[in-house]
């Protein structure tokens, strides 16, 4: 990577973890393609088993531009169709876009020269929530409060500096094949995993508020809720994985879970007092979703509470009942997942 204006900015490999994504992934794509940066660029899209027209529309986008190419997932996992991703492309700078993710148009550009000045091995930046009806503008606002996700940076904004894990990522890919990849053991919380295993050896990650990825969110309340319970559940995977990894904010939704339920019980079965814990936190979200919705319909606004306390049970109950013998599962797989000799064919 290098400052000069005559040379060429480093070539760059986008990875596409992809399934039954035919709402989306062609805008996504051409968001990437659409890309303000001068330098080499390739789109490596990893298909799962998707049941709707994804495979399609991928095809579709292959033989519309040369520079997006496609490689099979057939377990229809996340690490595993980075990985496969990764093993398939073959530039130094690899970033990770989703199938509903959409980059502003200095994105790569923005984070390539993120990278050269702090020397980071990712990068990444806010994950925009952005809904395209009420109750996606309800789950949006309830996902970039600090009353939703706490003060995670790469939800709510903050100023640039180091950081414990971002938004998808822009890689050096050194740092990828030194890791041997993402753990392909983590359905979820793999970013998590990877961006801890980095910093344990000595690398940096790097939050900016420059970069800005648009997400699309659940489109209902069952999809939101099994999101959360499996961020929740994972997040329990990763806490005894590695030892130290968790902290406070990790541990409010389970809190929240549990002295709910006890209120609800003791409320129920002894004294109406019981009834103050669940009340309370109904009136906190409640007043929270006040500022959360400024600006939207009366019908989104009314919606944030549902999205805030989906969003809250739902990560809480999962990070409670993750069974330990997926940490098992974890330890007992671990080996590299990208070689480096691999990771550099094209």
């Known amino acids: 990577m290098n400052a000069n204006p005559d040379v060429r900015p480093p070539a760059v490999s986008v990875i596409m973890p992809v399934l039954n994504e035919e709402r989306h992934l062609r805008g996504a794509v051409r968001a990437i393609l659409a890309q303000e940066y001068a330098g080499e660029m390739e789109v490596v899209i990893a298909l799962g088993p998707s049941t709707d027209r994804t495979d399609e529309i991928a095809a579709e986008l292959v033989a519309e531009d040369p520079r997006v190419h496609t490689v099979p997932n057939p377990t229809g996992r996340t690490p595993a169709a980075l990985n496969a991703a990764i093993k398939a492309s073959r530039h130094p700078i690899v970033v990770r876009v989703d199938g509903h993710g959409m980059l502003s148009p200095n994105y790569i550009a923005t984070a390539v020269r993120l990278l050269e000045e702090t020397g980071a091995q990712n990068v990444g930046g806010i994950m925009h929530a952005e809904g395209e009806n009420d109750w996606e503008r309800a789950v949006a606002a309830a996902m970039t409060s600090k009353i939703g996700v706490g003060n995670a940076a790469f939800h709510t904004g903050g100023e640039a500096g180091p950081a414990e894990t971002v938004y998808l990522g822009v890689f050096r ?174």
């Not at 983590?186 to 980095?198: C, M, P, T, Y």
Request: proline content about 6%.
């Open 173 to 346: 890919r050194e740092a990828l094949e030194r890791q041997g990849g993402y753990n392909v053991e983590f359905i979820r919380a793999q970013d998590w995993e990877l961006n801890f295993r980095i910093r344990e050896a000595g690398g940096l990650i790097w939050f900016s508020p420059e970069l800005r990825v648009s997400y699309r969110p659940r489109p209902s309340v069952r999809a939101l809720a099994k999101q959360y319970k499996d961020y929740g559940r994972w997040r329990h995977v990763v806490a005894r994985y590695h030892a130290g990894s968790i902290n406070l904010r990790y541990l409010a939704p389970p809190t929240a879970v549990c002295a709910i339920t006890a209120g609800i019980v003791v409320g129920a079965a002894l004294t109406p007092w019981g009834f103050v814990v669940p009340g309370a936190y109904l009136a906190a979200i409640v007043a929270g979703s006040i500022p959360a919705g400024k600006g939207l319909s009366l019908k989104a606004r009314l919606q944030i509470p549902v999205a805030l306390a989906t969003m809250h049970m739902s990560w809480g109950w999962g990070f409670l009942t993750s069974p330990r013998s997926l940490a098992k599962k974890v330890i007992a797989s671990r080996r590299p997942a990208v070689k480096a000799e691999d990771a550099t064919a094209a």
